[in-house]
């Protein structure tokens, strides 16, 4: 699975972005999709995730009700819309992609540059 993330810009605190990943390759076998984040000096952080057919979602609390995750299961795009940005939101933002219920987020992407300016 290949994944392709775009949509990452500078933005200020208080506005919205909608970042884009673009999954091809054996699509057919992802269980879920997932974005996670990594800031400067940071380890990297899960966001949230997405069931690729139950649809059911999962946040970090630091994300929740700002953030939504979504998908379109025909044309094998991940979206994240992210609203009332603030300045940690700033960092290089990851699509991930798993093939099972218990299998770790094996397939990734090369990572969107979210910059949110004060």
């Known amino acids: 699975v290949q994944l392709v993330e775009s949509g990452g810009g500078l933005v200020q605190a208080g506005d919205s972005l909608r970042l884009s990943c673009a999954a091809s390759?054996?699509?057919?076998?992802?269980?879920?999709m997932a974005w996670f984040r990594q800031a400067p000096g940071k380890e990297r952080e899960f966001v949230g995730s997405i069931g690729w057919t139950s649809e059911h979602t999962n946040y970090a609390d630091s994300v929740k009700g700002r953030f939504t995750i979504s998908r379109d299961m025909y044309k094998f795009t991940l979206s994240l819309q992210m609203n009332s940005l603030k300045v940690e939101d700033t960092a290089d933002y990851y699509c991930?992609?798993?093939?099972?219920?218990?299998?770790?987020?094996?397939?990734w992407g090369q990572g969107t540059l979210v910059t949110v300016s004060s």
């Open positions: 991930a992609a798993r093939m099972g219920s218990h299998a770790r987020y094996e397939y």
């Open positions: 390759g054996r699509t057919w076998g992802i269980y879920a």
